[in-house]
C-alpha cells in the first residue's frame, strides 16, 4: 500500500466526515483467515471523489448507497468512491488473512499446549483487519461484533457481552481514530476487579496464568493507584468504560494504548522471580499507557508528526506518577542513569533529528525519525518546560486542552497555545540554528541535550 501524504490525509478530512463504523468479523473460517464485513456511515462536505482503504486477502463485494463498486477497481490497498451524497454508506465484505508479524489481526499459537489466541494492532496496518479511512483525524465510534470459536474469551474497546455461544457484542464506542481499534481473542486466562466504579481485568495465555496470578495484586493496586492520580491531575475521569490489560504473545511493542483494552508484551508476565528493577519497568509502562488514555486517545493528534508529542507526554507522566503512587519511587533515577541511553544513542547518530518539526510528508517518512529522541528528549524536554511554566500551570494547559479537544485532534500549536493562556508566559526564544536542528523544531520547547532510553527491550517501543 502507498503510504498516505499529508496532502491526502488533509484533503480526505475536509471533504468527508465519518459518522460511525460498524464492524463484524467472524474467526471460525480457519487458521489462515478471517471473514470481516464493515459498513462506514460518512458525510460529504463538497461531493468530490475520496477513496476507502482496504487491504483484503480477497474483496468479495462493495456497496456504496446500495450500489455495487466494481471490486477490480482496489488497487494497492485503496478503492475509490465515486459520486457521494451528502450522505453515504460503504458496505464492504471481504477475507482477510491472519497476520504473523506482530500487525493487523495476528494469530499465534503457544508452543506450549497449542492453543490459538488472536489480537489486534491496528497503528497503520487497520485495512488489514476492517475497510476503513485509515488516518488519525477521522474519529468516528464503533460498533463491532465478533464470531469466535466458543471456548474463546473476547475483549475489545467496549465491553464485550456473549449473546449467544461464540458471537460477541462489543458496545458502542467514542469516537477513536482507526489505529486505537482492537480485538483480543482466544482462551484467555482472565482475571477481574474493580476501582472507583471502573471495572479492570487483566488477561493471559493459559500457559502463563499462574505466574500473572502471583503478580495481579500488585498489577491491580499499580493500575488503580494510577487511575486516582491521573483524575487528580487532569479533572477528567477515565472516559472509556471498562479497562482491559491483555498480555498478548508475539507481541513487536512494549504496550499499545487502545481505549479500554491496551496490549502488552507477555514478556511482562514474570515467568521467574523479578528483580525491583523489572517491576518498577512494567509499573511505568502500565502508567504510560494509562497516561494515554487521555492524552493521545481522548485527544488524538491530527497527524502522524504529532505522535513524538503523544509519546513524549507519556513517558513524561508515566515516570512522574510511577514515582509518586507505587511503590517504585526510585524510577526517575533509573530514566536518568539507564533509559536516557537510549535516547543519547539516537541524538549522536547522523540520523539525529529535531524531537518536532519534521515536516514529515507521509506516515511512513513520520514514523522514520521515530526513536528514542521521541520518546526520551521529549519527555525530558516536557521535564524542562514544566520546570519553566511551574507546574500547576503546565498541568493547567494540559487539563484546558483535554476539555477543549475532547474526542478529537488536536496539534502541537492548540497544546502551547493552552500553556501560554495559563500561564501568561510566552514561548522561550531560542537560537534559530539550536532550534531547527538541535533542539525541538518550531514547537519553541526549552533547549537541552537531553537523550534517552532504558534497559526493557530497547528494541521494542511502548506506544
Not at 481505549?259 to 509499573?283: E, I, M
Request: glycine share 6%; aromatic share 10%.
Amino acid at each position: 500500500m502507498p503510504s498516505l501524504t499529508v496532502n491526502e490525509a488533509r484533503t480526505r478530512a475536509t471533504s468527508i466526515a465519518v459518522t460511525s463504523y460498524d464492524v463484524q468479523l467472524d474467526l471460525t473460517r480457519g487458521d489462515q483467515a478471517f471473514h470481516s464485513r464493515t459498513t462506514i456511515e460518512f458525510r460529504s462536505r463538497d461531493h468530490q471523489d475520496s477513496f476507502l482503504d482496504v487491504a483484503p486477502a480477497e474483496l468479495h463485494s462493495v456497496r456504496l448507497n446500495k450500489r455495487p463498486v466494481d471490486v477490480t477497481e482496489l488497487h494497492d490497498g485503496r478503492l475509490h468512491l465515486r459520486d457521494l451524497a451528502d450522505e453515504n454508506v460503504v458496505e464492504v465484505d471481504a477475507l482477510m488473512a491472519y497476520s504473523h508479524d506482530g500487525e493487523g489481526l495476528h494469530r499465534a499459537v503457544d508452543p506450549e499446549d497449542g492453543q490459538a489466541y488472536v489480537y489486534a494492532m491496528a497503528f497503520l496496518p487497520a485495512p488489514r483487519i476492517f475497510a476503513c479511512f485509515d488516518q488519525p483525524d477521522l474519529k468516528a465510534p464503533y460498533r463491532v461484533t465478533v464470531r469466535a470459536p466458543e471456548q474463546c474469551t473476547v475483549l475489545g474497546n467496549g465491553a464485550a457481552t456473549q449473546v449467544q455461544p461464540g458471537v460477541w457484542s462489543l458496545a458502542e464506542t467514542k469516537p477513536l481514530s482507526t489505529y486505537f481499534v482492537t480485538l483480543v481473542a482466544g482462551p484467555y486466562h482472565s482475571l477481574r476487579a474493580e476501582h472507583d466504579g471502573i471495572p479492570l481485568g487483566l488477561h493471559c495465555r493459559q500457559s502463563l496464568a499462574p505466574h500473572l496470578d502471583k503478580d495481579a495484586e500488585e498489577l491491580f493496586s499499580v493500575t488503580a493507584a494510577c487511575f486516582d492520580e491521573y483524575h487528580r491531575l487532569f479533572g477528567i475521569r477515565y472516559p472509556f468504560g471498562e479497562y482491559h490489560q491483555a498480555f498478548v504473545p508475539e507481541f513487536n511493542a512494549g504496550a499499545m494504548e487502545n481505549p479500554g483494552c491496551v496490549t502488552f508484551s507477555d514478556d511482562l508476565v514474570f515467568k521467574a522471580p523479578a528483580t525491583d528493577n523489572l517491576r518498577a519497568t512494567r509499573a511505568m509502562v502500565v502508567a504510560h499507557e494509562m497516561a494515554h488514555q487521555w492524552f493521545g486517545d481522548l485527544v488524538t493528534m491530527q497527524w502522524w508528526d504529532d505522535l513524538w508529542l503523544n509519546e513524549s507526554f507519556a513517558e513524561y507522566m508515566g515516570y512522574r506518577v510511577t514515582s509518586e503512587v507505587t511503590p517504585f519511587t526510585d524510577v526517575r533515577a533509573e530514566f536518568a542513569l539507564s533509559r536516557k541511553a537510549w535516547g543519547m544513542a539516537a541524538d549522536q547518530r547522523t540520523s539525529t533529528h529535531p524531537v518536532a518539526g519534521n515536516g514529515a510528508r507521509d506516515a511512513k517518512e513520520a514514523l522514520t525519525n521515530f526513536d528514542g529522541i521521541s520518546y526520551t528528549k521529549g519527555a525530558a524536554s516536557l521535564r524542562q518546560l514544566n520546570a519553566y511554566l511551574g507546574d500547576e500551570a503546565f498541568l493547567a494547559g494540559v487539563v484546558d486542552h483535554l476539555h477543549r479537544h475532547s474526542y478529537g485532534n488536536a496539534t502541537l500549536t492548540d497544546l502551547v497555545q493552552s500553556w501560554e493562556q495559563a500561564s501568561g508566559k510566552g514561548r522561550p526564544r531560542m537560537g534559530r540554528r539550536v532550534a531547527a536542528h538541535r533542539g525541538v523544531g518550531h514547537a519553541g520547547l526549552p533547549h537541552r541535550r537531553c537523550r534517552a532510553r532504558g534497559h526493557y527491550a530497547p528494541q521494542r517501543i511502548a506506544h
